[in-house]
């Protein structure tokens, strides 16, 4: 029974580079700051979301390094926030310190925006759930027109397929997403053999 549940979960997949930029627009203009932060810093980390969500301002060294403990490996992961992360670090401690929120440069860097939370005048300090990043996604994806499944996964997803794409290398992004197989890496970021065969056709040296 577990195993056909499992099967019934539908695939998500990575955003194309367009898609990723009108829905930056559109989060943008919709205020919707921390859930803009999550996707930036999300394709630019490529974490497994139960790590992602669970990061905290502490986490961060002097020299914008992180070094975490990865839930699903319990395996050491050790990554450096980009320029992009790092702006979306501070435009998240802006937004917490402009709403009042007393854990506006400490906790959680992805904190809850469920009314239930605001309402006890940021008392408590909690991540944003799974199930409500994913909420917002649909709602904001659908508004702009992706017709493809997509939910947390395709943030770790769309950092393979677009790194994949610019460099063609995959054994970096098995390193980086933690797989042993080159196969199963690219079946996960969404490149089919055909697509292989029209690298091998096009790249003439």
């Known amino acids: ?71 699903k490996t319990k395996k050491l992961k050790e990554l450096k926030l980009n320029s992009v992360c790092i702006c979306a670090i501070k435009n998240l401690k802006k937004y917490y310190k402009n709403k009042g929120n007393k854990y506006w440069d400490k906790g959680y860097i992805f904190k809850s925006q469920d009314r239930k939370y605001l309402k006890k005048n940021f008392e408590v300090d909690i991540p944003i759930t799974n199930n409500s990043f994913n909420r917002y996604l649909k709602k904001y994806t659908k508004n702009i027109g992706i017709n493809y499944n997509t939910g947390s996964h395709s943030l770790r997803k769309t950092w393979g397929k677009l790194y994949y794409e610019k460099y063609k290398d995959i054994g970096t992004v098995m390193k980086i997403l933690n797989h042993s197989s080159e196969v199963n890496t690219l079946r996960y970021i969404g490149i089919s053999r055909k697509k292989i065969y029209q690298v091998y056709e096009n790249f003439k040296i």
């Open 1 to 71: 029974m577990r195993e056909e549940k499992k099967n019934l979960v539908k695939e998500v997949y990575p955003f194309s580079r367009g898609d990723l930029k009108r829905l930056r627009k559109k989060l943008k203009e919709s205020e919707k700051i921390v859930i803009l932060s999550i996707i930036d810093i999300g394709v630019n980390t490529a974490l497994r979301y139960s790590d992602l969500s669970k990061l905290k301002f502490e986490d961060i060294c002097d020299d914008n390094s992180i070094r975490i403990i990865e839930k």
